[in-house]
């Protein structure tokens, strides 16, 4: 009885001990989670959009007969908060798939010209670059493609969230946000400053860009690029037009990490979303011509929309009275198009952007001190100038 109480107990501590390292498995597979799941949206995110397309055409033809596929958590493009109820919904494009705030993005129920009817489940919504048949616009005043746009009162086109946060560009219409206009700009403004977050240096100096809101710092950016690395605030429940950004120093970590993987899970939701949308319409094209779908059903809204906006926008284009001159290298439009020329002329740009830097740090040799020896033309020019 002894020997059988000690292996019942000795049973009992084997069990307790899987139990345990059971457990703390799951607590490691737990605190892994998040990282593997940061990895999973970054490697996702950068996938082209013919990969995403093709992806969702597979998981479309694997799924027939099954459920609509079910996407993460909805994120708003503009504050890049993913709370929705019905007071202030999350909605989606039905056409590029962008989801954004209805607060944030001036929709109210009763409808407009430029913000449709979207608090109707069976409503199809659409954003304004998709009502004006314009898809992906340049944005007047940062280098960055794609997101959430605005029209400006001279028909160009501006982030949302750029419109936002630099203080000068205001709307027509505060209550549905439309209509931004860029005339109280200073025109000095434009390329005064260089974004420390743009990646390609050619960009730094286009549009304009915001400092960083902590006292004496000298730290500037692009909104867009600001939004991308995490560095822009969230308005608060006092004052809801209080918008600034923080640079990298001045930014909680934890905060930062937030921010940035919700741009990532807004801007992945955003291209999964736009590509199966295209699917959906090419395997359309070949389907059946009976009972009107749900894509077709879109369609036809999306284009009495675009007659609707067009037959508005008729004789309501605004000239400004005065035109200022303005650097064509303040614009990345401009850049895009000198590249694109580049491309076409089959000229070497990276033997001329190293001949130009060549020469940029031979001017400014005189403000530098302590270059270690080396081959390069920093090491020779500073020796000589010495």
């Known amino acids: 009885e002894n020997s059988d109480h000690e292996s019942d107990t000795d049973g009992g501590k084997s069990a307790s001990d899987d139990s345990s390292s059971s457990d703390s498995d799951d607590s490691g597979d737990s605190d892994n989670d998040s990282p ?9 995110s ?15 033809q694997n799924n027939k007969g099954s459920a609509a596929p079910v996407f993460s958590v909805k994120v708003c493009g503009t504050c890049l908060r993913s709370n929705s109820d019905h007071s202030n919904e999350i909605v989606e494009c039905d056409s590029c798939g962008v989801s954004v705030h209805e607060a944030c993005y001036g929709i109210q129920e009763g409808g407009s010209i430029a913000s449709n009817a979207s608090a109707a489940s069976t409503e199809p919504w ?5 009502m004006a048949g314009v898809h992906q616009p340049h944005c007047e005043v940062c280098p960055n493609i794609g997101g959430i746009y605005k029209e400006t009162d001279v028909g160009n086109w501006v982030h949302l969230v750029c419109a936002l946060y630099i203080p000068q560009i205001s709307f027509f219409d505060p209550e549905r946000i439309t209509r931004a206009t860029l005339f109280e700009l200073n025109y000095q403004s434009w390329g005064k400053r260089a974004c420390c977050l743009c990646k390609d240096i050619k960009f730094a100096r286009t549009g304009l ?12 950016f692009h909104v867009t690029c600001a939004q ?14 209080q918008f600034f950004g923080h640079c990298k120093a001045h930014s909680d970590k934890e905060l930062i990490k937030k921010r940035k993987k919700n741009w990532l899970s807004h801007q992945l939701n955003y291209r999964q979303r736009g590509a199966t949308i295209q699917a959906e319409r090419a395997l359309e094209g070949e389907a059946r011509k009976g009972k ?21 926008r008729e004789g309501d284009s605004w000239v400004p009275t005065q035109k200022m001159p303005r650097l064509l290298l303040t614009s990345s439009k401009a850049i895009r198009k000198f590249q ?32 270690q020896p080396a081959w390069t033309v920093e090491y020779v020019a500073y020796y000589h100038d010495r």
């Open 228 to 241: 991308e690395a995490g560095l822009l605030s969230e308005p608060s429940a006092e004052d809801s037009e």
């Open 292 to 312: 009107e779908s749900a894509s077709q059903r879109n369609n036809r809204k999306l284009k009495r929309c675009r007659e609707r906006w067009v037959s508005a």
């Open 46 to 60: 950068n996938m082209t959009t013919q990969e995403l397309i093709s992806l969702a055409q597979r998981q479309s």
């Open 36 to 44: 593997n799941e940061d990895e999973v949206l970054r490697l996702k």
């Open 209 to 220: 860009c915001i400092e960083c809101d902590a006292g004496m710092c000298r730290q500037y």
């Open 340 to 371: 694109r020329k580049a491309e076409l002329h089959e000229w070497n740009v990276e033997a001329m952007e190293e001949e130009e830097y060549n020469k940029q740090v031979v001017a400014e040799i005189r403000r530098k001190w302590h270059i």
């Open 126 to 130: 659409f954003c304004e670059p998709c």
